[in-house]
């Protein structure tokens, strides 16, 4: 998995072998939108009702697949209002949280990454109540450097084995 975050909610993700770019529209000005695009299989908003909705308390990610056995395709489903969860076989749930109240978890937290991006008002307490929950593999800060400063002093000590980074403008972090 490779995301690549552009600013605001807008992130390329290169997951299952499929490009997925979310909220394109909300892009900052500078973004070159051919770079944001270029090559994209699926492009989602991260309030798009067309998106199927799932209850996260009961969803499972689909088993890994054999290596003779077509790749099915990815998952891109609406977990909340302005949040989605991107499924992969094969690959950990990645879980883009927008501006939207965010969702209670299942199990199937443990080992997922979890992008909070810079549209969330509760940020920290969020993703500090998602860590007394679930132990997920990554938490990624799509954020502006005071949030940044703030989130990573009060989450350090909640991660217990969870990986925390910032994500800086362009610049792709592979999980």
């Known amino acids: ?7 605001g909610t807008a992130l390329r993700v290169y997951i299952g072998g499929e490009i997925v770019v979310v909220d394109a529209d909300a892009a900052p000005a500078g973004v070159d939108r ?10 989602v908003g991260l ?12 969803w499972r990610p689909r088993p890994a697949v054999r290596g003779i056995d077509e790749l099915p395709p990815i998952e891109v489903l609406r977990i909340a209002p302005g949040s989605v969860l991107i499924s992969a076989p094969g690959e950990p749930p990645l879980v883009i949280l927008g501006s939207g109240e965010a969702p209670r978890f299942g199990r199937w937290a443990d080992g997922a990454v979890i992008v909070l991006t810079s549209g969330r008002d ?3 307490a969020e993703a500090t ?5 679930a132990r997920p593999r990554l938490i990624a800060l799509a954020a502006d450097e005071q949030t940044l400063d703030t989130a990573i002093e009060e989450l350090s000590e909640h991660l217990d084995g969870a990986g925390l980074v910032s994500l800086e403008p362009g610049l792709a972090l592979e999980v």
């Open 47 to 58: 309030a798009d009702p067309a998106l199927p909705l799932v209850d996260v308390t009961t």
């Open 34 to 43: 051919g770079e944001l695009l270029a090559g994209a299989d699926k492009i």
């Open 1 to 7: 998995m490779k995301l690549t975050w552009f600013g």
């Open 122 to 124: 509760l940020l920290v």
């Open 129 to 133: 109540v998602l860590l007394d929950v």
